[in-house]
T-cell receptor, first 109, second 115 residues
Framework: DAKTTQPTSMDCAEGRAANLPCNHS???????VYWYRQIHSQGPQYIIH???NNETNEMASLIITEDRKSSTLILPHATLRDTAVYYC??????????FGQGTRLTINP | EPEVTQTPSHQVTQMGQEVILRCVPI?????FYWYRQILGQKVEFLVS????????KSEIFDDQFSVERPDGSNFTLKIRSTKLEDSAMYFC?????????????FGSGTQLSVL
């Protein structure tokens, strides 16, 4: 599995877009980039995933660079409930999902 | 959206006792997982289960641990003789078919406290 690198923590003002970066320079061609988050001590929650193309769903947008060495998760209008630890993970399926330390995102009022 | 259900939400036990943590994965899912998270630490993989057998396990998953799918709906994690360091939040997860292009669904966890 690709090793991913994320900032330890970030802050964002409520209502603004939160942009969370992730470096995954060792990602292989068949690994998807997944984003999960963990709010307090709840179970990890799926946000979005992609392989090559940018993706958008009701929660977020995922921008993957053309060389696939990095990506950015965008929460377009962050709310206080988006305060959580966000994990960027490379995943090939049929094997374990490996969580790193993630980025602790704090949304400030 | 369908949910993975875990019971109990909290379990307190004495060191050396056996505990069974229970999970009901999403009904048409084929892959099942257990993860744990010690307070303040990362979410750690324990074991994955497919077709009624363990497909992968971590170094943490030693002989004290076992998993079972006793019927068509439940997926259990048994710790045979609990130790203080087994105190953690345990998360169950499931996925439809184990492919790269599908997400894992996690339960809300069981907080295990070993005294």
């Amino acid at each position: 599995d690709a090793k991913t690198t994320q900032p330890t923590s970030m802050d964002c003002a409520e209502g603004r877009a939160a942009n969370l970066p992730c470096n995954h320079s060792t990602i292989s061609g068949n690994e998807y980039v997944y984003w999960y988050r963990q709010i307090h001590s709840q179970g990890p929650q799926y946000i979005i995933h992609g392989l090559k193309n940018n993706e958008t769903n009701e929660m977020a947008s995922l921008i993957i660079t053309e060389d696939r060495k990095s990506s950015t998760l965008i929460l377009p209008h962050a709310t206080l409930r988006d305060t959580a630890v966000y994990y960027c993970i490379g995943f090939r399926g049929a094997q374990k999902l490996v969580f790193g330390q993630g980025t602790r995102l704090t949304i400030n009022p | 959206e369908p949910e993975v259900t875990q019971t109990p939400s909290h379990q307190v036990t004495q060191m050396g006792q056996e505990v069974i943590l229970r999970c009901v994965p999403i009904s048409n899912h084929l892959y099942f997982y257990w993860y744990r998270q010690i307070l303040g630490q990362k979410v750690e993989f324990l074991v994955s289960f497919y077709n009624n057998e363990i497909s992968e396990k971590s170094e943490i998953f030693d002989d004290q641990f076992s998993v079972e799918r006793p019927d068509g709906s439940n997926f259990t994690l048994k710790i045979r003789s609990t130790k203080l360091e087994d105190s953690a939040m345990y998360f169950c997860a499931s996925s439809p078919g184990g492919t790269a292009n599908e997400k894992l669904f996690f339960g809300s966890g069981t907080q295990l406290s070993v005294l």
